[in-house]
């Protein structure tokens, strides 16, 4: 089953256009990357899935409802359906991190306080936080920390679709290999659908299923890795030239 | 080593140029100035002799290549990586020719795109109210939606931590203004009139306008800043695609709790300001506090005072409105939080002052 449906999406910022016509479709359980060269308008396609942007024309399908002529209502039921994680994480910097996990809990579910803190604390250990880091403000913890605490806010509401724009970005080596494990264990154990924007290589090798290239305002390549190097594209060549074999996780893990 | 950067050798038709030594940007200059001396137009071959030369980096092979299309020199050089320096100047100043040439603009166009940007800037501003008066509808429509706990912890934020600086200032303003009055009234014999004087001056203009002119510093700056400073985080995306609309979560406490407590600022003001206006009658035109107080009750007509608190919503909205205006279009750049903060207090005193002219003339006119 396709949970989303990207259909002749055109952008335009002004009279600059970004995208001219993207199509794709991302399969139930997949980890789907969006990837390309910077300024191609892979984050602009992501907000505009997540409904912060709006597009031109076309359509965009989310788990069978299209975004393009939705009523608010039907929105905010979408909205609880799926997960956001941001580049830096975008935690409510007025609220502790279990504040900000037990936020959409406390919004949206009638839920005794004893359950939120138990659903709370089970998030946190989920994305391999410790209960302690739990009163910690997002200003007084790591960059990698506040990804994970990102993501365990993703999943409060057990959505089946997760956003991630950039999950790896800034993170040092060893750290975003465990975060690139710990997508694959919430896939495994969650069952989620992933559209994960990013340039890190080794991500790409460790996680993704399929891919989207998005080069010169077009869809260059949709499908698999094992064929993503027959493309012809300037773009796609330099960037998987040097990547040549590919490196697993057991090799990045004895550097 | 700069004495001898450049020896020339001529005959009739030819010149030779020898560089020799390092040939850097810091010696180019002397090279530019050594050989303009020698005016080259008036030869048919000129040779760039590189052959003593030991270093030469992009810009003077920049300049080289200058010399090369401009006189038609042939540069002889046996050193590999001169001729690699200066293939790659050559093959980018083509794209450089091409694409950097800066656009000139006339006073017109100038004006013309200062102008469109304020009036969209202007349809912005009017798009925010309109969403803020829909989100109002919304807000009042389930009594489930209005946010008690967010309207008292604004309540708390921008309006009672408050309570003392606009004490403070008005109290002042109302000695000041008091002290001021004083002495003139006292060369007239008119030492009663102090009353009449402050009673008016300070209930209907002075303590709602400084009330205002001290919230919008405190306050609205404050809600640009904090606004803005989460729109770069992106917490403000987060919300959205969490379902949280900004507006019924940011924006509607904010106006509330600025427009419930503005008044109660401005009763606090105007208190103030007579207190102080009391003990300056007191300490230098020998009026106690009984008889002032007596006089006042006399005189000034409730009226007053009422036009003063009316004015309090009216000012708070606009307040409000802008500094949370203002955060909302902050950029992703750490720079616009400031320019915007600035923006924010400039223009809400300039939006409260309007305001006050207009219910100047509309209670005139309605013989209030």
């Known amino acids: 089953m396709e949970l989303i449906r990207v259909k002749n999406v055109k952008t335009v910022f002004g009279d600059k256009v970004v995208h001219d016509g993207l199509t794709l479709h991302v399969k139930e359980g997949e980890i789907y990357g969006l990837l390309g060269p910077s300024g191609c308008g892979k984050t602009t396609l992501l907000r505009e899935m997540v409904m912060l942007q709006e597009f031109h024309s076309g359509s965009v399908e989310i788990l069978g409802q299209k975004i393009e002529n939705i009523s608010e209502k039907e929105a905010q039921e979408l909205r609880r359906k799926w997960g956001v994680l941001f580049q830096f994480g975008a935690l409510f910097s007025s609220l502790t991190l279990a504040e900000n996990i037990a936020l959409a809990l406390r919004e949206y579910a009638t839920l005794s306080e004893k359950m939120i803190q138990e659903i709370v604390a089970f998030k946190l250990d989920l994305v391999g936080l410790k209960p302690s880091d739990a009163f910690l403000y997002p200003s007084q913890i790591s960059g990698g920390m506040r990804k994970k605490a990102g993501i365990a806010r993703a999943l409060a509401m057990d959505p089946k679709l997760l956003f991630l724009d950039e999950p790896t970005s800034g993170l040092d080596p060893i750290s975003a290999r465990e975060f690139d494990e710990l997508i694959l264990q919430l896939r495994s154990m969650l069952g989620l659908t992933m559209v994960i924007v990013t340039h890190d290589l080794h991500s790409i090798y460790n996680t993704l299923d399929r891919m989207a290239i998005i080069d010169n305002k077009k869809i260059a390549y949709e499908g698999s890795l094992e064929e993503v190097t027959s493309v012809k594209n300037d773009f796609i060549q330099t960037f998987f030239r040097d990547a040549i074999p590919i490196p697993t996780k057991e090799t990045t893990f004895k550097q | ?368």
């Open chain 2, 1 to 368: 080593m700069p004495e001898n950067l450049l020896r020339t050798t001529s005959n009739k038709e030819s010149i030779s140029l020898e560089f020799s030594g390092e040939l850097t940007l810091y010696n180019l200059h002397q090279a530019q100035e050594s050989i303009a001396k020698t005016e080259l137009s008036n030869f048919k071959k000129i040779t760039v002799d590189l052959k003593n030369a030991s270093y030469l980096d992009t810009a003077f092979a920049l300049f080289l290549t200058d010399l090369e299309e401009e006189y038609n020199a042939t540069i002889e050089s046996e050193n590999q990586n001169f001729y690699h320096t200066l293939a790659l100047t050559k093959e980018h100043k083509k794209k450089l020719d091409k694409n950097y040439k800066i656009k000139k603009e006339n006073i017109f166009a100038y004006f013309g795109k200062a102008f469109y940007a304020s009036y969209l800037s202007f349809i912005s501003f009017m798009e925010f109210l309109g969403k803020v008066f829909f989100s109002f509808l919304l807000y009042f429509k389930n009594v489930k939606n209005i946010r008690l706990k967010e309207i008292a912890f604004e309540i708390n934020e921008s309006a009672l931590r408050a309570l003392g600086i606009v004490a403070l200032t008005s109290f002042l303003i109302g000695l000041v203004t008091a002290y001021q009055a004083a002495y003139q009234l006292q060369r007239y014999g008119g030492n009663i009139f102090i009353v009449d004087m402050m009673g008016i001056s300070i209930f209907r203009e002075l303590a709602p306008l400084i009330t205002a002119i001290v919230i919008a510093g405190r306050s609205g700056s404050a809600y640009t800043a904090q606004i803005g400073a989460m729109k770069i985080t992106q917490e403000i995306d987060a919300m959205r695609t969490m379902g949280f609309d900004p507006y019924t979560f940011l924006v509607l406490p904010r106006i509330i709790a600025l427009v419930i407590m503005l008044p109660i600022l401005i009763f606090v003001a105007d208190i103030m300001a007579m207190l102080g206006g009391i003990i300056v009658a007191d300490l230098s035109l020998d009026l106690p506090p009984a008889l002032f107080i007596e006089r006042l009750q006399e005189v000034v007509a409730m009226k007053h005072f009422y036009v003063g608190l009316i004015k309090g919503p009216f000012f708070a909205f606009l307040i409000a409105s802008i500094g949370i205006y203002r955060g909302l279009i902050v950029k992703d750049d750490t720079q616009s939080i400031g320019y915007n903060t600035t923006k924010s207090v400039v223009e809400s005193l300039f939006a409260v002052i309007v305001c006050d002219a207009v219910f100047s003339i509309a209670f005139t006119n309605l013989g209030i």
